[in-house]
């Protein structure tokens, strides 16, 4: 059974930081890209960053680009999101993506709030 287990959300004020980890379980990631994605409140879902199988390429949405930093490590079939500089509109549920296999985790929620 394939589990996407995202954690590291919660509750931060402006300016702080926070980083997700997305460890993946009965698949090896290897090879193929990741996503993270988020869904604020009364939004639509939002891509906020990928990264190829080996890691050399990422992208990022306009509105995270320079403060958020997507990595991962294939040995611990894991991938990281790192938040810098969070604002109240980065509030939502994160959630990391195999998208060669529409498999999905269940989320962290991140609260931006002071």
């Known amino acids: 059974q394939v589990r996407l287990v995202e954690s590291g959300g919660g509750l931060v004020q402006p300016g702080g930081s926070l980083r997700l980890s997305c460890v993946v379980s009965g698949f090896t990631v290897r090879n193929y890209a990741m996503n993270w994605y988020r869904q604020g409140p009364g939004k639509e879902r939002e891509l906020v960053a990928s990264?190829?199988?080996?890691?050399?390429?990422?992208n990022y949405a306009d509105s995270v680009k320079g403060r958020f930093t997507i990595s991962r490590d294939n040995a611990k079939n894991a991938m990281w999101l790192q938040m810098n500089s969070l604002k109240p509109e980065d509030t939502a549920v994160y959630h990391c993506n195999l998208p060669n296999f529409n498999y999905w985790g269940q989320g962290t929620q991140v609260t931006v709030s002071s």
């Open positions: 990264i190829s199988g080996g890691g050399g390429i990422t």
